[in-house]
């Protein structure tokens, strides 16, 4: 069996969901290590044992920057016994740490697949692009093969395995070349993270002015919705980045996704056109949302989104 | 300081992109324009050299084509750009991109290296954390906000759940999200002293960088394609429909 390492970061006192989804492929295609980063726990160890790793190499990286010593530390051990695959999400940690390993091992990065398959020694990874309308299936010449996967490729499900034996690998110390973690702050957010939401409302440059996103934000807590946005108004200045939703950004696949004066560019659409149910709202009759759209209403967002939350809530 | 700026010329994203048949790259037209990304790159960089009497030097690999996309960022105060232009070059993943920017950068004298966290047209996102691992000092990533004083750089760095303050001595690699600083536009004085600015040109040969390891593009297929299009015309009453809709999928 071909062994694959799947990394996974600890939040709280459990896994990431992204990093439990990678462990969900990682299964399928070999014997599972899972690369933890953060402190470490009983319970912890013990999840990523029920969701099929059946050993762990274990990662805490303080309050340093994790990328540079965390990268240090697994090229060294995946250069004494080096795995087939290494899996990585589409991620902030997970992208500086792919990064600086790949460049370390001198191998390439298969960036923003959607899957992965392992055969014949080789590795093969599908992507989507062009907005989404088409898939390329891309190939690496030499491994350790290291794969960014987009959030929400693979669904995590636990399969019960008992806890793992864990390795615990020192980073390093990188002397003067090393970035430090001075304070940490937490976002209030209302309601769900945008990538685990069940509902999504995004806003777009339809809305007209920074302001109207309070629209967005009023429908997104009547629904007990995440709140997203598109590239331009997030380049705009409007919203933070952590809210982009689209191919330089985050994949959503909600039960119900409401686009709010959102065109439809082909960098947002890679990221939400596989919602269960899309709902589309904007002036211009031939937006390209509307062609993906359960539900397009031709229509000034300013006027229907005030009667749709008004309406909601005299229910 | 001396900052290093890194910019791509990419084909303007509100144009179609289309691949090459065989090799499947993307079709690079003469004219292509600065990646939107990078003019936040490009401030954050005239703003720090600003504020030091310092100098902003430009970085580029790709296909010079007519150079406009490298005169905007020139016309927005750079004072030089390095662009390494090669046939060989063509097609070329993340890491070898990282290992020609990092040797022209080698080229340089340089306290702090900005990118965007990723390129409109290939956004593989790993690109400068492998230049920083190349040129051997540490990457700050996803700033939303960059100060530096006293040999140091400081950052808000963009988290799951909020933001960090990451520091760390300088040389280091910043990569930028939009939004970190206003861009700002070309002034008539900026274009034209542009044009006189030196680009220098190099090839992979020159630089004596190594390519990575090949990586292909097996084939291309149709993605399914996503039944949509029952459209209905705002009478005043369409969020009736949104709410009946709603209803139906049974999230309210």
């Given at each position: 069996m071909a062994a694959v390492w799947a990394f996974v970061e600890q939040d709280g006192d459990q896994p990431t969901t992204l990093g439990l989804e990678l462990l969900a492929k990682a299964r399928q295609l070999g014997e599972v290590t899972a690369i933890l980063l953060g402190p470490g726990s009983e319970a912890v160890f013990a999840a990523l044992g029920e969701h099929g790793a059946s050993s762990v190499l274990h990662l805490d990286a303080g309050d340093r920057l994790p990328a540079g010593p965390a990268a240090a530390a697994l090229a060294e051990r995946a250069k004494s016994d080096p795995p087939a695959l290494i899996l990585f999400g589409q991620a902030y940690n997970d992208r500086d740490i792919a990064g600086r390993l790949a460049a370390r091992l001198g191998v390439g990065v298969l960036s923003n697949a959607s899957n992965v398959r392992l055969a014949g020694g080789g590795v093969e990874t599908e992507h989507e692009i062009l907005g989404g309308t088409q898939v390329a299936t891309a190939s690496a010449s030499q491994g350790p093969y290291i794969v960014l996967i987009r959030p929400q490729s693979f669904v995590a499900e636990a399969t019960g395995g008992g806890i793992p034996p864990v390795e615990r690998l020192d980073p390093p110390d990188m002397g003067q070349a090393e970035a430090r973690i001075t304070e940490s702050h937490v976002e209030e957010r209302e309601g769900p993270q945008l990538s685990e939401a069940s509902i999504v409302v995004s806003g777009g440059?339809?809305?007209?002015?920074?302001?109207?996103?309070q629209l967005v934000e009023q429908l997104g807590k009547q629904l007990g919705a995440a709140t997203g946005a598109t590239r331009a108004i997030v380049d705009a200045g409007w919203v933070p980045y952590a809210k982009q939703v689209g191919q330089t950004g985050k994949t959503v696949k909600p039960d119900v996704y409401i686009a709010c004066g959102i065109s439809g560019a082909m960098q947002h659409l890679?990221?939400?056109?596989?919602?269960k149910t899309i709902i589309a709202i904007n002036k211009?009759?031939?937006?390209?949302i509307f062609t993906i759209a359960d539900l397009g209403v031709i229509g000034d967002v300013h006027k229907v989104l005030p009667k749709l939350i008004e309406a909601l809530q005299s229910r | 300081m001396k900052v290093v700026v890194c910019v791509k010329q990419i084909p303007d994203p509100a144009t179609p992109y289309r691949l090459e048949e065989g090799n499947n790259w993307l079709i690079r037209p003469e004219e292509q324009i600065l990646d939107d990304t990078d003019r936040y790159g490009v401030e954050m960089g005239l703003q720090l050299a600003q504020a030091s009497e310092g100098t902003v030097t430009l970085v580029s690999m790709g296909p010079?084509?007519?150079?406009q996309g490298i005169r905007q960022a020139l016309a927005m105060g750079a004072d030089k750009a390095i662009l390494v232009e090669d046939?060989?070059?063509?097609?070329?993943?993340a890491l070898t991109t990282a290992r020609v920017l990092a040797a022209a950068i080698e080229k340089e004298e340089f306290d702090l290296v900005i990118a965007g966290?990723?390129?409109?047209?290939?956004?593989?996102?790993v690109v400068p954390q492998m230049l920083a691992e190349i040129l051997g000092v540490p990457a700050l990533t996803y700033a939303t906000k960059v100060e530096t004083a006293d040999g140091a750089v400081t950052i808000h760095r963009q988290t799951a759940s909020g933001y960090d303050v990451v520091s760390s001595s300088l040389p280091a690699v910043v990569s930028v999200t939009a939004g970190v600083v206003e861009p700002r536009y070309p002034t008539f004085k900026g274009i034209m002293d542009a044009k006189k600015k030196p680009v220098d040109a190099f090839s992979i040969g020159d630089l004596g960088a190594e390519r990575a390891p090949e990586q292909l593009v097996l084939s291309i297929t149709a993605a399914p394609e996503r039944a949509g299009g029952n459209k209905v015309e705002d009478d005043g009453e369409a969020h009736l429909a949104i709410v009946s809709l709603l209803e139906d999928r049974k999230v309210i």
């Open positions: 440059r339809g809305l007209g002015a920074p302001e109207a996103y890679v990221g939400m056109k596989d919602s211009d009759p031939d937006a390209p | 010079a084509g007519n150079g046939n060989t070059l063509r097609g070329s993943d966290t990723e390129s409109t047209d290939g956004y593989s996102g």
